[in-house]
């Protein structure tokens, strides 16, 4: 039981270019969640899935794209990375709304 | 608008003491109050959660206070050790599991 896991762990992008972080977890929970974190300012929701094939804007969406491909899986599409958007990225799931288990991250360097 | 603040911004306590974070809420729609604890290069991890039909909640050395009316919650650590130090969030959700949170309070604990 992995939990949530997510990749890559690190990542340097030169400004315009696209990623995607992957995310998955083995906890069969309905809704994931994808958050930043930044120095100071906490963790800002970007995107959510309550379930599968469902998804919906967070507080700051934009300059991002979610897919949930499967119950398991939701990634996090940059189509055309900036310097803002250097980073801490979260991936979390869960069926409890108190209740929410996070992967170990990845961090973003937009240069 | 920041519907979640938390307070202090840091904290450090001597061995032993009480640690006490305050955070406080705006929207009225948040139906539960979790508490995470993060330390460096890791993800959040739940430590405790209130729901508010209840005023207090105790697990071990952690205790969550809430007060509906005023709309503040606040964590206390009593016997506050060095293993405790690290980042406590709040966190406020909705039914529907989407979570604000606030800026995240750094606790250390000096031996």
């Known amino acids: 039981n992995a939990g949530v896991t997510q990749t890559p762990k690190f990542q340097v992008l030169k400004t315009g270019q696209s990623m995607t972080l992957q995310c998955a977890q083995d906890?069969?929970?309905?809704?994931m969640y994808w958050y930043r974190q930044d120095p100071g300012m906490g963790l800002r929701l970007i995107y959510y899935?309550?379930?599968?094939?469902?998804?919906d804007k967070g507080e700051v969406p934009n300059g991002y794209n979610v897919s949930r491909l499967n119950k398991r899986e939701f990634s996090l599409r940059l189509e055309s990375a900036a310097p803002s958007q250097t980073s801490v990225y979260f991936c979390?799931?869960?069926?409890?709304?108190?209740?929410?288990?996070f992967g170990p991250g990845t961090r973003l360097t937009v240069l | 608008q920041q519907q979640v603040k938390q307070s202090p911004q840091s904290l450090i306590v001597q061995k032993g003491g009480i640690s006490i974070i305050n955070c406080a809420y705006e929207?009225?729609?948040?139906?539960?109050f979790p508490w995470y604890q993060q330390f460096p290069g890791k993800g959040p991890a739940l430590l405790i959660a209130?729901?508010?039909?209840?005023s207090e909640k105790k697990e071990g050395r952690f205790t969550i206070s809430f007060n509906k009316s005023a709309k503040q919650f606040s964590l206390h650590i009593m016997d506050s050790q060095p293993g405790d130090s690290a980042t406590y969030f709040c966190?406020?959700?909705?039914?529907?599991?989407?979570?604000?949170f606030g800026d995240g309070t750094t606790l250390t604990v000096k031996p």
């Open positions: 979390a799931s869960s069926n409890e709304p108190d209740t929410q288990y």
């Open positions: 906890m069969n929970h309905n809704s």
């Open positions: 899935s309550a379930s599968e094939g469902t998804t």
């Open positions: 929207n009225t729609a948040f139906d539960y």
């Open positions: 209130i729901r508010p039909d209840v």
């Open positions: 966190a406020a959700s909705t039914n529907a599991g989407k979570s604000t």
